[in-house]
């Protein structure tokens, strides 16, 4: 019974952290006017990283606070500033962890270079794989 | 072919099994940390929630403990104690209430305690994401020239006090 009424209070304390109570963001889930500055806001939201649910972008999570960061991106985006200059702010707060187009420096050579490396390597064995049959 | 080759795949296959087994023993730490420590604190103004407490102003205040928190978090709740203590050591602690409510923030306070000189309110976490932070509670430690010094991520625990102590008096 115990076990049962401390489960129930960690699940209830777990429900009761996970929101508050205030309306979503103006423009959480509201499109933009202009569809321009609107297709630059949602490709803009499609690259970054919701920072409580990490594995989805702000636009996909349901989570507040990427709704929080939605309004932000487009307030920002109506306001004329452009995309880049949103990302280049908020990666300067959260570091490049919170932008899905990883930039290129020393750390991410390998990852930029992974698929030339691979289609090398896929050259080289077809290669050998088609001058055996000639 | 060389025999040996026939082994390659095996070997890739334990490779990938032990980085799989690695990531079971020793999880990634995802804890995400502002990149503003060592930087100014970005300039904010925030109005008042409650009478009694005054908005919350970036500038000024001499040194202090930010505190990202807010009524609707339970984590919040239990570190209002230990935010007591810490007010009675001497430190200032200035409140940011997250997506609050007048009501709500008053009914906390008053069952939990408050320890708070100025609490601003953020209703749209806009503050929260200027400062780096990525939820409540967290909680910085500002010098007197504005500059963030420290950075705790979650509830500050008994445990903790120590850490926090030290951290605000080195920024003195």
Known sequence: ?134 | MKRWLLWLPLILFLLVLGLVALGLVKPANRTVRSQLLGKAMPAMTLPAILLGHPGFHSSGGGPRLVNVFASWCVPCAVEVGQLAELRKKGIAIDGIAVRDRPDDLARFLSRYGDPYRAIGSDSESRSMIALGSSGVPESFIVDARGIIRYQHVGAIGPQDLGDVLRAYEAAQ
């Open chain 1, 1 to 134: 019974m115990k076990r049962l009424a401390a489960f129930i209070f960690v699940l209830s304390a777990s429900m009761a952290s996970a929101d508050s109570s205030l309306p979503p963001s103006r423009y959480a889930d509201t499109q933009l006017a202009d569809p321009r500055q609107e297709a630059k806001a949602s490709a803009l939201m499609q690259t970054l990283r919701c920072l409580v649910c990490q594995g989805q972008s702000i636009a996909d999570s349901e989570a507040e606070v990427a709704g929080d960061m939605r309004g932000l991106v487009r307030e920002r985006i109506q306001a004329g500033e452009e995309p880049e200059a949103v990302r280049t702010w908020l990666v300067e707060r959260y570091g490049n962890w919170v932008s899905y187009r990883p930039p290129l420096a020393p750390v991410t050579w390998p990852l930029w270079a992974a698929p030339l490396v691979f289609l090398a390597g896929g050259a080289w064995l077809a290669r050998g794989r088609f001058r055996r049959r000639g």
